[in-house]
């Protein structure tokens, strides 16, 4: 019996993959405990909270453009679940003619180039004269959000048994309770992973936002890019470094809660 031979460079090629990926991090975490107070920290010089303390006195507004994102991305993910999910059930359960024409233009918006997305918003709100601000940010937010919800929600009902639902309707529920008592849960891992995907994608983007955003409203990105200025303050470095915690305990929260339910 032959067995495959393991290369010798694998172990080699799989801790330079690990590296490139997770070296950048570890210079954020790092550098949000130096103590180098000048106005561009690049010399590690000591340990220190200073950031930290900085950070929650709010001294540069990093924590108000950082609930102005999550409000953006929390309302725009909430009105992309409903779009993206139903648009998804309803193309699941009819089939017509024109349906893969339909189907490519609801996922169009993740396959424009931001910046021509962002200057075609621009256009559109300045000619209905819209006031730039939460609102158009909300609306270019939904509309490139809707299409990983809709993406993945109909992945997912592609391997659902169309017969469930079918048999839901023979036994005399009203297709309403049959989507929420039926379709709903089944596809509900889906709506969740859409929506987690939307989340990032909305907190993270910048292109499409300094295009409709308001004179009044600064998400997160935006704020950090116009602090490049004047030099970007060690506060970011502080912010990010309790994100990745977080995002590290929401994960292994996840985990556990995912293991026990195997176990059970």
């Given at each position: 019996?032959?067995?495959?031979?393991?290369?010798?460079?694998?172990?080699?090629?799989?801790?330079?993959?690990?590296?490139?990926?997770?070296?950048?991090?570890?210079?954020?975490?790092l550098y949000s405990f130096n103590a180098n107070a000048s106005r561009y920290p690049n010399e590690f010089t000591g340990f220190s909270l200073q950031y930290y303390k900085a950070l929650f006195r709010d001294t540069k507004g990093l924590l108000r453009a950082l609930k102005t994102s999550l409000i953006l991305a929390a309302c725009s993910c909430g009105a992309s679940m409903v779009i993206g999910t139903l648009g998804a059930v309803g193309m699941a359960r009819r089939k017509f003619r024109g349906q893969g024409a339909l189907e490519t233009l609801a996922i169009l918006?993740?396959?424009?180039?931001?910046?021509?997305?962002?200057?075609?918003?621009?256009?559109?709100?300045?000619?209905?004269g819209l006031k730039f601000?939460?609102?158009?940010?909300?609306?270019?937010?939904?509309?490139?959000?809707?299409?990983?919800?809709?993406?993945?929600?109909?992945?997912?009902?592609?391997?659902?048994?169309?017969?469930?639902?079918?048999?839901?309707?023979?036994?005399?529920?009203?297709?309403?309770?049959?989507?929420?008592?039926?379709?709903?849960?089944?596809i509900l891992p889906g709506v969740l992973s859409?929506?987690?995907?939307?989340?990032?994608?909305?907190?993270?983007?910048?292109?499409?936002?300094?295009?409709?955003?308001?004179?009044?409203?600064?998400t997160l990105p935006l704020k950090i890019y116009s602090s490049v200025k004047t030099g970007v303050s060690l506060q970011v470095n502080a912010l990010c470094t309790l994100m990745l915690v977080f995002v590290a305990v929401v994960m292994a929260v996840k985990t556990l809660v995912v293991d026990r339910r195997k176990n059970q």
């Open positions: 019996m032959n067995r495959k031979r393991k290369s010798p460079w694998a172990p080699l090629y799989l801790t330079l993959v690990l590296i490139l990926l997770y070296l950048p991090i570890v210079v954020v975490v918006p993740i396959m424009v180039p931001e910046i021509i997305l962002g200057m075609a918003f621009l256009a559109v709100f300045t000619a209905v601000g939460m609102l158009t940010l909300t609306l270019a937010h939904v509309t490139f959000c809707t299409p990983y919800i809709f993406i993945i929600v109909k992945g997912r009902l592609a391997g659902m048994d169309p017969s469930l639902a079918e048999a839901s309707r023979d036994l005399g529920a009203t297709p309403v309770r049959t989507f929420f008592e039926i379709t709903l849960p089944l859409g929506v987690m995907l939307a989340f990032a994608m909305s907190l993270d983007d910048f292109v499409i936002s300094f295009f409709v955003t308001g004179a009044t409203t600064t």
